[in-house]
């Protein structure tokens, strides 16, 4: 219905035109609807927006539709999608005063959206300003008698009806002699220095005292002589209040609710004093912090550090506690001897496992030292601290780990009954490939280690993508890909289990380098990895998903058996199809 130049023409056109018939079908796209949409023409043509769009969004635009058909008429319509402001204007096109079909043009209106916002928010401002500006305001002749003043200032100042200030001099109302004499020095400094002065003064109003800062200004005629002053004054008590409490925030762990570090600079100074000697300090390091932000996020890395804090909170009522840095904690316990320090590091350690935890098990490792006189220098102090918790730190380090990862493999199977059933199955196949591989005894522990280990990265992705029954977007795909890395840094910051990291990393290589994370190819792959490859595809092809239809054994080695020195090792193919070719 339209001839090539007019195509081309509305091709070129930077946003999105397409005709709907009647019945609901797409009979015309142009180049910007099909580019937005990923498309070609030919994918979009005959198609309904339920087919392009999806359910939620396909019902939405049908009623849009419908209310047009209603209308008999154009209507635009409008909103948010995605963070993008989009105008959408669908027309009725008629023949004989019947709907035929429906023209839509589509376009991007953020940039106007925003500038229309600002516009908006500016004159609000502006507006709230003027409505509920609390400025006093006043001016009187140099022998000092108001001729003018508005309410705020008589009532701030005097607590009194403009008409009573009037005509009246400040010496006249004022009873308080401090005030009285605040006001004569800065008229007179005014009057003579003929420049303007700023003042802050304290004035009680219903009982409560009000800071208040005054600018005044003098008032010149035309032949550049001073005949007044003009001041504007402010009530700043409320950001005098406000100060004192930020300056009181400014020393407040934001997320633990406890000291900075920042506090704890101000407050050592007025410790290092003899009446707090000794002063013990306690340093802490919370175990299993880096682990817990590489896999579950550092959101659940902050409930770790905030729970750590609630214990101690409890257990040091009557210590300072400050958050020295990411994971680590100081205590500082004035007039405490070494012997009541050690107590309450005994005290945090017992309160620590008897906490519940949600992602693993809590733990801090602990050090403590004390200062006896003054001559001793607090970062000495803060050192041997610090030496004694990391001599702490080394030898429960592999047992909390072992906690660690117990409680992170816990984590993975209570996601998902099919992740642990799929744990059990590759465990299971793993063990029999490694003996048809004729594999040593310590490879064949590392391979099964390998297995029960393979997908631990995946306690760090989301829920909804790591369980979807259907298929991955591109982009959830790019997310369930890192879970590689993820397991990859679980296994190397657990020395126990380091050796088995680049097996983990390395499971989905494939054999021609088109795997990933690396792109590694052939026998640059570890050799347990491809193995692992190939049991962990073999249980996907022969599992029930919700997305694809679950293969027969048979099925499933004709399909590895394609796949040899493409995705799998041409060699372990081999003793994988011998080993499994009877399997029911």
């Known amino acids: 219905m339209f001839d090539n130049m007019l195509e081309i023409l509305i091709d070129n056109i930077p946003y999105s035109i397409w005709l709907r018939s009647k019945e609901g079908h797409f009979i015309f796209a142009n180049k910007c609807l099909c580019d937005s949409l990923n498309k070609t023409k030919e994918e979009i043509l005959g198609k309904t927006v339920y087919d392009i769009y999806g359910e939620r969004l396909g019902k939405e635009y049908t009623k849009n539709y419908e209310e047009v058909e209603s209308l008999g008429e154009p209507k635009m319509f409008s909103g948010y999608q995605e963070g993008i402001f989009l ?3 669908i027309a009725p096109i008629k023949k004989d005063g019947k709907i035929e079909s429906y023209l839509g043009i589509l376009q991007d209106q953020t940039e106007r959206k925003k500038y229309e916002d600002e516009i908006v928010k500016q004159k609000n401002l502006l507006k709230a300003i ?12 140099l022998d000092g008698e108001y001729i003018n003043c508005n309410v705020s200032f008589a009532q701030n100042y005097y607590e009194s009806d403009k008409e009573q200030i009037i005509g009246k001099k400040a010496l006249d109302i004022v009873k308080d002699e401090n005030f009285k004499n605040q006001i004569i020095k800065s008229d007179e400094k005014i009057i003579r220095d003929r420049t303007t002065q700023t003042t802050n003064i304290n004035i009680k109003v219903n009982g409560e005292i ?15 002589n001073m005949w007044g002053i003009v001041g504007i004054s402010r009530d700043i008590t409320e950001r005098k209040l406000v100060e004192k409490e930020l300056r009181k925030i400014g020393y407040n762990d934001k997320l633990t ?13 007025s410790l290092d004093n003899e009446r707090y000697l000794p002063l013990s300090l306690i340093m802490g390091d919370v175990d299993g912090l880096k682990i817990v932000n590489d896999t579950l996020g550092h959101l659940k890395g902050d409930e770790l550090l905030v729970q750590v804090s609630n214990v101690l909170k409890r257990v040091c009522d009557e210590g300072l506690i400050v958050r020295w840095g990411g994971d680590e904690f100081i205590i500082l316990l004035p007039n405490t001897e070494s012997k009541k320090a050690e107590q309450i590091c005994k005290k945090i350690t017992r309160a620590c496992k008897k906490e519940p935890y949600t992602s693993i098990p809590l733990s801090i490792s602990l050090g403590h030292s004390t200062k006896r006189n003054l001559k001793e220098n607090i970062d000495d102090i803060i050192k041997d601290a610090e030496e004694k918790l990391y001599i702490e730190k080394l030898p429960r380090n592999i047992n909390s780990k072992k906690k660690i990862l117990k409680g992170l493999m816990e984590i993975l199977e209570e996601k998902s009954l099919d992740a642990k059933n799929h744990t059990d199955r590759v465990v299971y196949y793993a063990k029999r490939l ?37 298929k991955l977007t ?10 590689v890395e993820k397991g990859y840094r679980v296994a190397k910051s657990n020395y126990e289990i380091s050796y088995i990291a680049n097996n983990i990393l390395s499971h989905h290589e494939k054999w021609n380098g088109t795997g990933y994370p690396m792109g590694l190819k052939g026998k640059e792959i570890p050799f347990l990895a491809r193995v692992i490859c190939i049991i962990d595809a073999y249980d996907a092809m022969t599992s029930e998903r919700a997305y694809k239809k679950q293969m027969t054994n048979e099925q499933a080695l004709k399909e590895i058996e394609r796949c040899s020195g493409i995705q799998f090792d041409p060699e372990i193919v081999k003793a994988f199809i011998e080993e499994f070719k009877y399997e029911n």
């Open 130 to 141: 003027m409505d509920t500006i609390p400025d006093s305001i006043f001016y009187k002749n």
């Open 87 to 89: 105008e959408c204007y």
């Open 210 to 224: 009000k800071y208040m800062e005054c600018i005044k200004t003098p008032l010149v005629d035309i032949k550049n």
């Open 257 to 269: 609710k406890v000291y900075n570090r920042a506090y704890f600079d101000e407050k050592i100074k």
């Open 474 to 483: 591109d982009e959830e795909f790019n997310i369930i890909k890192t879970h």
């Open 434 to 470: 490694g003996k048809r591989l004729k594999l040593s005894s310590e490879e064949q522990k590392e391979l099964i280690l390998s297995a029960m280990l393979h997908d631990i990265g995946k306690i760090g992705i989301q829920n909804e993508i790591a369980s979807k029954s259907g």
